[in-house]
């Protein structure tokens, strides 16, 4: 196959882009913005567009999702896109919501249109904040180190029925969710296979996380160079967990099954989560250093508890992570240990 990787330069889409050139010819486009912001300090501005020139089956096109014709010509013959080209911080959009919308939107809308004149098949990365504030209406209870969900019905995690209405989403949340809704809709209209991943909390090597986006990796690379970690409210709210690869291999599944169309949550699920507090503990018995924490105010909308159903996509792919929380942190830790900050 030919694979078109929009943001090809960044954590998730290099990653792609290293596991389908294995078998496949690779086209990774990026604008490679979001890479000079956040590698800045890493000692080289473009890690994973470095990274990725040592492979044979890769080609690099420097090109914005906003622009159409070159978007087109990149994708040209492509069998498949997979679209994790974003903005995709919460506070950025906030800031600055007219870009948030031209990047999450409008870019998704051109990869779109390049896909149903190309005939390619579309693996999008969407978020969990599609369910904006809802997530907070689940009850929870507050244990000595995280909360916990407190309604049986969510026992397994938060499920793709969950309501998306009559909440609020941050610009952010609301860009990713009318992306997320046409790229639905051009399945149903068009007849576009695609897979439309609404993803928790993604981590691994080659992610240059900071503050607000990237919260896992940003701890470990703070811990590591001796910078501030701010934890806005207690540490006790909870995120699942999914390590990059088994990500990609979710993608995968999807594009080599029979499913024509589907929304899956995807997260490492009931199985794979951490609070804050319980990453700050886990790094100091990984690392042998004391991270340097302090506590502000909770920002507005933060949910306490979010975790991923993932039962529909294990069931519908024959998948489920392989990486254990402990196992991909230390990876984690291990690779940040080998970086010039």
């Known amino acids: 196959?030919?694979?078109?990787?929009?943001?090809?330069?960044?954590?998730?889409?290099?990653?792609?882009?290293?596991?389908?050139?294995?078998?496949?010819?690779?086209?990774?486009?990026?604008?490679?913005?979001?890479?000079?912001?956040?590698?800045?300090?890493?000692?080289?501005?473009?890690?994973?567009?470095?990274?990725?020139?040592?492979?044979?089956?890769?080609?690099?096109?420097?090109?914005?999702?906003?622009?159409?014709?070159?978007?087109?010509?990149?994708?040209?013959?492509?069998?498949?896109?997979?679209?994790?080209?974003?903005?995709?911080?919460?506070?950025?959009?906030?800031?600055?919501?007219?870009?948030?919308?031209?990047?999450?939107?409008?870019?998704?809308?051109?990869?779109?249109?390049?896909?149903?004149?190309?005939?390619?098949?579309?693996?999008?990365?969407?978020?969990?904040?599609?369910?904006?504030?809802?997530?907070?209406?689940?009850?929870?209870?507050?244990?000595?180190?995280?909360?916990?969900?407190?309604?049986?019905?969510?026992?397994?995690?938060?499920p793709e029925s969950f309501p998306i209405d009559h909440t609020g989403h941050s610009p952010y949340g609301s860009s990713k969710l009318a992306a997320d809704i046409y790229v639905q809709d051009y399945a149903h209209t068009y007849g576009l296979k695609t897979g439309v991943f609404r993803m928790s909390c993604i981590y691994g090597k080659r992610q240059f996380g900071v503050e607000d986006q990237g919260w896992l990796a940003w701890f470990v690379i703070a811990t590591q160079t001796g910078k501030p970690i701010v934890i806005y409210g207690d540490g006790k709210q909870v995120r699942d967990v999914l390590y990059v690869t088994d990500l990609v291999r979710a993608f995968d599944s999807f594009l080599t099954s029979e499913v024509k169309h589907e929304v899956f949550n995807m997260g490492g699920g009931p199985e794979n989560t951490l609070s804050l507090l319980e990453l700050v503990q886990m790094l100091r018995e990984l690392t042998g250093k004391n991270p340097n924490v302090s506590f502000a105010e909770w920002r507005p909308s933060d949910q306490r508890v979010y975790v991923s159903d993932i039962r529909k996509v294990s069931n519908s792919l024959q998948w489920k992570p392989l990486v254990g929380t402990k196992e991909g942190v230390n990876r984690v830790v291990e690779w940040v240990q080998t970086v010039k900050f």
């Open 1 to 158: 196959m030919k694979i078109l990787v929009t943001g090809g330069a960044g954590f998730v889409g290099s990653h792609v882009a290293e596991h389908f050139a294995e078998h496949d010819d690779v086209v990774v486009c990026d604008n490679l913005a979001r890479a000079t912001m956040l590698n800045k300090s890493s000692g080289d501005e473009l890690f994973n567009w470095n990274y990725l020139k040592g492979f044979r089956h890769v080609s690099m096109v420097k090109a914005d999702i906003r622009d159409m014709d070159v978007l087109g010509q990149a994708a040209r013959d492509s069998d498949v896109i997979i679209h994790t080209a974003a903005q995709v911080a919460v506070t950025s959009s906030v800031i600055d919501p007219k870009t948030d919308f031209e990047v999450n939107l409008i870019g998704t809308f051109n990869v779109l249109e390049t896909a149903r004149l190309n005939d390619s098949a579309v693996v999008f990365c969407s978020t969990n904040k599609v369910y904006g504030n809802n997530v907070n209406s689940i009850p929870v209870a507050e244990r000595e180190t995280r909360y916990v969900l407190a309604n049986g019905e969510f026992d397994h995690g938060v």
